[in-house]
């Protein structure tokens, strides 16, 4: 079938590339003809805003404060290293163009709506958090809106990035979501919020990012070049709290410390770390693969460490909305006991061993039972077309 699929990537986000191009991928190795709708999410320098992209959740001042200001804040610190954020750019630019099959470019919510023409026999809304309600733009395409009315649509991990939306909004939300034939949230709480607003049958799976395995994963990988062991930072929010730990463990154990930053500027001015800041998808993915150990703030952090099998701490803000990401997936796993929250003791015996043999079984069920899910789903809307 051509499948069509809306998701959050093209902002130079590790985990946002790599989840698009996993959801791709799988299904492509099923036998379908499937590709990114490529518009440009609002935080992509080419996105063109319109009054139709006004956010229909409103922000706060803070919040849209924060939007225009943060932008301005990585371009300002990128300045004395802008032939590293241009190399950085090409390396994001040249994943996508040799592994991601996407469609035309759409830079605005109207030029996307404005397209009467498609053929896709199904469309799918991926995952990251496409239907957070403090985005900085209308999420509105995100629930398919602009697909034909009658066409097959699909949710698959998509994510809300909180655990509850106000509940001026469940109306509108109610509506978009009953316009899927079938929903799959990333998170529990996900689950738990489309049954009270919506009161419709969902599933809970996995991130993309784990339908594709360590073998698959480790031929796109490029290899850094480190000697010796190290531990990996890739933190998106900082703290003293996570270098104070980092060393406290690359002391006991005789590793390095490798800062992978999250934009292309350098993040930590201490000479024993190595701030890696031109890193595309390809060397996000080899810095984890090869790392002995891993601190992250990241969910995708977390997630490339179970798939990986690299020990790790989910380093987290207790005042943070969007935690239930990390610590649902832990939770189930039976691993909450590698999360700690800044601000706590540091402690002194750091458990550096998980038994990866126990968390790659329950794993293994969840990964089969997203697959069987999205599968499924797929194998029904082709049915359904048939028997038209």
């Known amino acids: 079938m ?12 590790y985990g946002a590339e790599l989840q698009a191009f996993a959801l791709q991928k799988k299904m492509i190795s099923w036998g379908h003809h499937a590709e990114i709708i490529n518009y440009l999410y609002y935080k992509n320098p080419r996105h063109i805003r319109t009054a139709r992209s006004k956010p229909f959740v409103r922000l706060s001042a803070v919040q849209k404060f924060k939007e225009k200001l943060f932008p301005v804040v990585a371009n300002l610190k990128a300045i004395p290293y802008w032939n590293s954020k241009k190399s950085r750019d090409r390396k994001f630019s040249a994943f996508h163009h040799e592994n991601t099959r996407m469609s035309m470019e759409y830079q605005s919510m109207d030029d996307l709506y404005r397209n009467k023409t498609w053929d896709y026999d199904v469309f799918v ?19 398919l809106t602009f697909a034909p009315k009658k066409a097959k649509k699909i949710a698959y991990a998509s994510s809300f990035g909180v655990d509850s939306i106000p509940s001026e909004y469940h109306g509108v939300y109610k509506d978009y979501l009953n316009e899927f034939d079938k929903l799959a949230v990333r998170e529990e709480s996900g689950v738990e919020l489309i049954k009270k607003i919506a009161s419709r049958d ?19 990988a490029a290899n850094p070049n480190i000697e010796g062991s190290y531990l990996l930072i890739y933190a998106l929010t900082d703290s003293d709290y996570i270098k104070e730990l980092a060393k406290n463990i690359a002391t006991k154990r005789g590793m390095k410390i490798v800062r992978l930053c999250k934009n292309a500027s350098k993040e930590d001015n201490d000479p024993s770390i190595i701030n890696i800041i031109d890193a595309g998808p390809k060397e996000f993915l080899g810095l984890f693969l090869n790392a002995s150990f891993v601190l992250t ?3 995708h952090g977390v997630c490339f460490s179970l798939n990986f099998n690299i020990p790790f701490y989910s380093i987290l803000k207790k005042e943070k909305t ?10 189930y796993l039976g691993l909450s006991n590698r999360v700690l929250f800044v601000n706590d003791d540091v402690p002194e015996e750091v458990e550096t061993g998980i038994n990866f043999n126990v968390v790659n079984e329950k794993l293994k069920e969840k990964i089969e039972s997203s697959e ?17």
């Open 125 to 143: 809304t991926g995952s990251d958090q496409v239907w957070n309600p403090n985005s900085g733009s209308n999420i509105e395409p995100y629930f």
């Open 372 to 388: 069987n899910y999205l599968s499924q789903s797929l194998a029904d809307v082709g049915l359904s077309e048939v028997s038209k």
């Open 202 to 220: 969902v599933n809970w799976v996995l991130d993309p990012t784990f339908l594709l395995n360590k073998t698959e994963w480790a031929k796109l």
């Open 322 to 331: 969007n935690n239930s990401r990390q610590l649902n997936l832990l939770a």
């Open 297 to 299: 703030t990241s969910f």
């Open 2 to 13: 051509k499948v069509g699929i809306i998701t959050i990537l093209n902002v130079n986000n």
